[in-house]
């Protein structure tokens, strides 16, 4: 059976980043939002959104260049260059942006983002660009945590065992010479996949990774074999994604559409039944114990040791208000014995005590 970790729930607590001397909030800002993701943000709201969640204690924020190609970046800079307490930001590598013909309003999932087109490159020169071009962006002279976005084959397909020896033999290379060279201060991926985590952990020397919906409510594969091998490696996992593409933020009680008319979301696709059915079943123990679904969603994966941070994408101030709102909220150690009980957690996952 899993454990139970006690720990505190506050949304500014901080944890550590592998050994790499750098503390995480427990609730970390995903900056994709502020980037245009699926709809426009105007510059006064994003940098409202920045500003509320350093107000609320959170010191962690987490970017790419693939974000609005630059845009969110860019903002993230423009606001936290006027902060006289430093912040912990992580960005990425293994793309790089390159001007486009193209005059599509929504690209990529980003809405009027600049008119410039992200092209996968893992080689050393690639990462060194990209680095360089964040620098800028972001106004900064130093990046934190640098990661390798996006390797594996859910994003590569057939092409995924070429990229990764080009990462191994090039990328991965760089982001050490920029760790030697005291430009980072830590190195890791940034994937939706555990696997390729896996495999570049038995491959090379990583502080840790960013990994997107794969330990949450719904799923929890990773605390088989993973997680306890980032245990053994003294490198820590962020959480990205911990609502799964929205399903575990709105609920499926209202059943897809809703009273918004739009579809249930699990891993950026429409939910299956299965989903959907897992979902409800979650939904009903919530309802029992009269707790958001929402608030479960995110302080579950925190509580497994190998977690220090749990990254929620956020776009304005109230988005940033109900966040912290979730991450602080008292839930009972019943709920999760109850979620145990109906098999709704994997037997290994560690629960909040």
Same mark, same amino acid.
């Given at each position: ?25 427990? !609730? $970390? ?33 987490? *970017? ?9 970046? #860019? ?18 590598? $293994? ?15 980003? #809405? ?20 360089? #071009? ?17 390797? @594996? ?16 033999? @090039? ?12 430009? &980072?201060? #830590? ?20 502080? $840790? ?19 306890? !091998? ?19 933020? *709105? ?33 009903? &123990? ?23 941070? &749990? ?43």
């Amino acid at each position: 059976m899993g454990e139970s970790t006690p720990i505190s729930m506050r949304s500014s607590s901080l944890r550590a980043f592998g050994t790499s001397g750098i503390n995480l909030s427990l !609730l $970390g800002f995903g900056a994709a939002p502020i980037g245009n993701l699926y709809q426009p943000v105007s510059d006064d709201q994003a940098q409202t959104a920045v500003l509320s969640a350093v107000r609320a204690g959170i010191r962690y924020f987490d *970017t790419a260049p693939h974000y609005g190609f630059g845009l969110s970046e #860019a903002r993230l800079g423009n606001t936290l260059r006027e902060l006289e307490e430093p912040a912990v930001i992580s960005s990425k590598v $293994g793309r790089i942006l390159v001007p486009t013909g193209s005059n599509a309003r929504v690209r990529h999932g980003f #809405a009027d983002a600049p008119p410039l087109e992200p092209v996968f490159d893992y080689t050393y020169d690639g990462v060194m660009r990209s680095f360089e #071009a964040s620098l800028k962006r972001l106004q900064v002279a130093h990046i934190d945590i640098l990661l390798a976005h996006d390797l @594996g084959p859910l994003t590569h397909g057939h092409d995924h065992p070429e990229r990764f020896r080009e990462f191994m033999d @090039g990328g991965y290379l760089a982001m050490n010479k920029l760790k030697a060279d005291g430009l &980072v201060s #830590a190195i890791g991926l940034g994937a939706n996949e555990w696997q390729i985590c896996d495999a570049a952990l038995r491959h090379g020397d990583f502080d $840790g990774f960013l990994l997107a919906g794969r330990y949450t409510l719904l799923e929890q594969a990773p605390c088989e074999h993973f997680l306890p !091998l980032c245990a053994r490696r003294n490198a820590s996992v962020i959480l990205g994604g911990p609502f799964n593409s929205g399903i575990l933020a *709105t609920g499926v009680k209202a059943g897809p559409g809703g009273a918004s008319k739009q579809p249930l979301y699990y891993n950026y696709e429409p939910a299956s039944q299965a989903i959907v059915d897992r979902v409800a079943a979650l939904e009903s &123990v919530c309802d029992e114990f009269s707790l958001p679904l929402a608030a479960a969603a995110l302080q579950f994966p925190a509580a497994h040791p190998q977690i220090c941070s &749990v990254l929620a994408g956020l776009a304005n101030h109230e988005q940033v208000e109900r966040a912290v709102k979730l991450m602080n909220s008292e839930i009972p150690a019943a709920f999760w014995d109850e979620l145990r009980a109906r098999h709704l957690l994997h037997p290994a996952a560690i629960v909040p005590a």
